[in-house]
């Protein structure tokens, strides 16, 4: 079983759409959740980060954390064509190695 | 620039030829990782380094894998006898020491094996 698991996609909103992704995690010790975009050829860019149960927002994204179920997921509101990318969702379990999922990748149709 | 810098950010060598890359994490940062990323895949975590302690090795890599960081300022990560199968992107992200300290990447080194 893979430590961080995500659905590859593609995912394809209309512009101005709300854009949902979605993260498992094996480890339910898991502190830390993370959310990279990454455009092709580039290298991971954070873009969030989440320690409680709970909604995070952070003006167009919030992230959601679950720890009872094991889920993490990003909201992106009012998708823009700019957001067109691979979302990596990243958990660090102990504190110090993260495990990455394989990504999702997003298109946002004009 | 004060973000994570790599260099160099592209490397075309022969197999069975060694190369060298290195990284210069951002400066207040003590804790500094490695990951080599192929396509459609998530980084692959390689090791990291705290000040310049390796504390941790991924099971998974060669002993023709090495790197260091003798200062804890900037680390290298050499990587022997190349293999075709060792082309990637290599990337480096460096942190605080903090619960959960969020990692910042450089741009990465690209390594094509021929």
């Known amino acids: 079983q893979k430590e961080v698991e995500q659905n590859s996609g593609p995912l394809s909103v209309p512009e101005g759409a709300i854009a949902s992704l979605n993260c498992t995690y094996s480890d339910r010790g898991s502190q830390s959740f993370f959310w990279y975009r990454q455009y092709s050829g580039k290298s991971p860019e954070l873009i969030m980060f989440?320690?409680?149960?709970g909604d995070k927002e952070d003006g167009r994204f919030t992230a959601q954390l679950n720890k009872a179920s094991q889920y993490v997921s990003l909201l992106i509101r009012d998708s823009q064509p700019s957001d067109s990318a691979t979302y990596l969702c990243a958990v660090n379990p102990s504190g110090n190695q993260f495990y990455f999922g394989t990504g999702t990748s997003l298109t946002v149709i004009p | 620039d004060t973000g994570v810098s790599q260099d160099p950010r592209h490397k075309i060598t022969k197999r069975g030829q060694n190369v060298t890359f290195r990284c210069d994490p951002i400066s207040e940062h003590n804790r500094l990782y490695w990951y080599r990323q192929t396509l459609g895949q998530g980084p692959e975590f390689l090791t990291y380094f705290q000040n310049e302690a390796q504390l941790e090795k991924s099971r998974l890599l060669s002993d023709r894998f090495s790197a260091e960081r003798p200062k804890g300022s900037f680390s290298t990560l050499e990587i022997q006898r190349t293999e075709q199968g060792d082309s990637a992107m290599y990337l480096c992200a460096s942190s605080l020491v903090v619960a959960g300290g969020e990692q910042y990447f450089g741009p990465g080194t690209r390594l094509t094996v021929t």
């Open positions: 989440i320690y409680s149960n």
